[in-house]
């Protein structure tokens, strides 16, 4: 398996975009994890999903920001509309099961917002 | 809420000398994990090591090892012989144990080890 796979690896958007970020988890994973990391605040776990349902989104930081994950090897990450503060790398992890095996995570996305 | 605190932001040590990274978390919990990754400055997280609260033997994985300390929430990384390509940050990470109503892991803020040749 090629591992989570995040898309793109780059963006640089201006305020008030929509902009959508992307994984692939590693296939047969059952968890899906989006967290983002920026200096300030470090690393956040945003929501999570289990069997695709959503199961803490607790970490959402408002509305701006949805996520969906309409099959078992697909997720995105929404922010409508951007804003400057949102810069920061987002990262997309997968596992069996938290608990007993390791959380593998993709490459992340370094999202720009001018 | 867990939180996890590593108090060292940066720590720069000579190659092949053995290097401790601090880690204190607090929890009220008592079936958790801890775990330690490794960010180079390719951006990848790459997990280290990992450690059972239940298990009282520490954790090793070749030159890496852990000091846990459950009483005093204390959960050190221990780098043996270290190695230029050690450099990176690295960051302790909590997860809660089965039910306890949250899987993912809560970072502490990371410490940059830096490898001097």
């Known amino acids: 398996d090629a591992g989570v796979i995040q898309s793109p690896r780059h963006e640089v958007t201006e305020m008030g975009q929509e902009v959508t970020l992307r994984c692939k988890p590693i296939?047969?994973?059952?968890?899906l994890f989006w967290y983002r990391q920026t200096m300030m605040r470090g690393l956040e776990l945003l929501i999570y999903f289990n069997n695709n349902v959503p199961i803490d989104d607790s970490g959402m930081p408002e509305d701006r920001f949805s996520a969906k994950m309409p099959n078992a090897s697909f997720s995105t990450l929404k922010i409508q509309p951007s804003e400057p503060r949102d810069s920061a790398v987002y990262f997309c992890?997968?596992?069996?099961?938290?608990?007993?095996?390791?959380?593998?995570f993709g490459q992340g996305t370094r999202l720009t917002v001018v | 809420a867990q939180t996890v605190t590593q108090s060292q932001p940066e720590m720069s040590v000579q190659e092949a000398e053995t290097v401790t990274l601090s880690c204190t978390y607090d929890?009220?919990?008592?079936?958790?994990?801890l775990f330690w990754y490794k960010q180079p400055p390719s951006r990848q997280m790459i997990l280290v090591i990992r450690?059972?609260?239940?298990?009282?033997q520490n954790a090793t994985e070749n030159r890496f090892s852990v000091n846990f300390q459950k009483a005093a929430k204390s959960f050190s990384l221990k780098i043996s012989d270290s190695q230029l390509g050690d450099t990176a940050m690295y960051f302790c990470?909590?997860?809660?144990?089965?039910?306890?109503?949250?899987?993912?892991?809560?970072f502490g803020k990371g410490t940059h080890l830096i490898i001097q040749p």
């Open positions: 929890t009220s919990e008592n079936n958790y994990y």
């Open positions: 992890a997968s596992s069996l099961d938290p608990t007993d095996t390791e959380a593998f």
């Open positions: 296939s047969g994973h059952d968890y």
């Open positions: 990470a909590f997860m809660m144990g089965p039910g306890g109503g949250a899987d993912g892991l809560t």
């Open positions: 450690q059972e609260a239940y298990k009282q």
